[in-house]
């Protein structure tokens, strides 16, 4: 069937409100769409037959790859089986039965249960939530506040928007709520003094941590959430012995530690989870993206030991918990999320993303660290980036009006790939899908060399930059 993609844009334009996108630009036809058609592996082909070799897979979601038909079978299996029936008052289906004993079995130890949703956002809602009510259980109800990090990522909603520390997402909404503070992030690029090693930088970090909880009040703080890797602020792996220090802290004062592992879970970074590679010890976990490879949406928070005895007491005080979606535990996703476990589990994924990101970021670093443009390559497993500076000596940022990050996004689409801008800095991300191979990372690195020597070309003649 041939796709008449002007006319389909134009309904798109009239009546589709996009995730961020400037909104009148878009619906006048001042900027660009693209409707994709279809995808195989880590590429996908446009209504204009063009092909793009997705390095981002989606948003960071696309674990298992694209096309694959046995996820498509099991998710048409499971709806003629069963397509709906929702998990109120003890009501259960046997995929989500199934896929809930497998989850607490690759989970750090310590983990209880699991409570679905439908997007990591919501599940940060739901944290959130059940935060207050565990210290509403244990008569603590001025314990309320939750801090995140500058530059974290937790979502877009009321809540999850407030812990997210990106001001993108706080502009004009009355964002953040009052209960959600933010401390520094752990980026050793930005560090504040160049000879601070990075157990030293963890070390700094952790004590402006304590000298936020002691400021706010220690009877006051809740909780910390934090993604195991920054993702969207600029995919930054902690320093050495970040979270080993962080914990200390937050065991000094009760405060309980949410893993953000949205991003990170399910084979990204090499493990099972961010949190066992860095050993946080977590007391609740977010899971969504690469738990069923954005083939169904489905969510998940993981409840541990400590806080789940708790909540049982609540219960037992105040009767039935008051929270619950429509579409908690859908069967469907459940089937998704059991198939995307079978692939990565079946095919080495976890192993492939361990070896072939380390093969991503030797790559990487062979291509760009002496590139006059780049100031830092910096990754772990299948998460990459690199950050650009007008001066790579003094770390220095471009002016944010020239958008080199952009510029170099774009450049990279003009060379066949999809990169992403991060929205804090010019940075550029990477997080292909696990099935990459070695090749397709030498393909990556070199279509991006390409798009980072004509963005910088550019820049001099332009007069933008002396490099």
């Known amino acids: 069937m041939t796709i008449d993609t002007r006319k389909l844009l134009e309904i798109d334009r009239n009546t589709v409100f996009h995730a961020s996108t400037h909104l009148k630009q878009y619906a006048h036809g001042e900027m660009g769409g693209r409707i994709i058609t279809s995808a195989q592996g880590i590429r996908i082909q446009d209504s204009e037959g063009i092909e793009l070799v997705d390095a981002f897979a989606g948003l960071y979601c696309v674990n298992i790859g694209y096309g694959r038909t046995e996820m498509a079978e ?3 299996e499971q709806a003629k089986k069963l397509a709906y029936y929702h998990t109120y008052v003890g009501h259960t289906n046997e995929a989500l039965i199934e896929l809930s004993d497998r989850i607490i079995k690759m989970a750090p130890a310590g983990m209880s249960k699991v409570y679905y949703g439908m997007s990591g956002s919501d ?17 603590r109800p001025e314990k309320k506040k939750i801090i995140s990090r500058d530059r974290g990522y937790h979502g877009s909603s009321i809540a999850s928007g407030s812990m997210t520390g990106l001001p993108l997402f706080h502009a004009h909404f009355d964002l953040p709520l009052d209960r959600i503070k933010h401390t520094l992030a752990p980026v050793y690029y930005r560090r504040p003094d160049d000879n601070m090693s990075e157990v030293e930088f963890s070390r700094y970090c952790a004590a402006k941590l304590e000298d936020m909880i ?3 009040g220690t009877d006051t703080v809740a909780a910390m959430i934090g993604e195991p890797v920054l993702g969207t602020g600029g995919i930054v792996p902690p320093p050495q012995g970040y979270w080993t220090e962080i914990r200390k802290v937050l065991d000094k004062y009760d405060i309980l530690l949410i893993a953000d592992e949205v991003v990170c879970g399910f084979g990204r970074l090499g493990s099972d989870f961010g949190s066992i590679h860095y050993d946080m010890k977590p007391d609740l976990m977010t899971i969504a993206k690469g738990l069923t490879s954005a083939y169904q949406p489905l969510s998940g ?8 005895k708790v909540l049982e007491q609540g219960t037992d005080e105040w009767g039935a918990i008051g929270h619950g979606y429509t579409y908690s535990g859908h069967p469907m996703g459940a089937a998704a999320a059991l198939c995307n476990l079978d692939i990565i589990a079946r095919e080495n994924l976890t192993a492939n993303a361990r070896d072939t990101g380390a093969y991503l970021q030797q790559r990487m670093q062979e291509t760009f660290a002496e590139h006059p443009l780049v100031g830092e390559t910096r990754g772990v497993g299948l998460l990459h980036a690199l950050e650009f500076s007008s001066n790579k000596g003094k770390r220095e940022h471009f002016d944010p009006a020239l958008k ?7 450049a990279c689409l003009e060379q066949g790939l999809i990169a992403r801008a991060m929205p804090h800095g010019d940075i550029l991300g990477f997080a292909p899908p696990l099935v990459v191979t070695r090749n397709d990372i030498d393909d990556i690195v070199e279509r991006t060399a390409k798009a980072v020597n004509r963005v910088t070309d550019k820049l001099i003649s332009s007069g933008d930059w002396k490099g």
């Open 74 to 76: 099991a998710i048409y």
């Open 123 to 139: 599940a940060n809602e739901t944290q959130l939530k059940l935060v207050w009510y565990y210290n509403n259980v244990l008569g």
């Open 214 to 216: 002691l400021a706010e």
């Open 301 to 308: 928070v993981i409840v541990g030991d400590r806080v789940w």
């Open 404 to 410: 080199v990050g952009p510029q170099i996004a774009a």
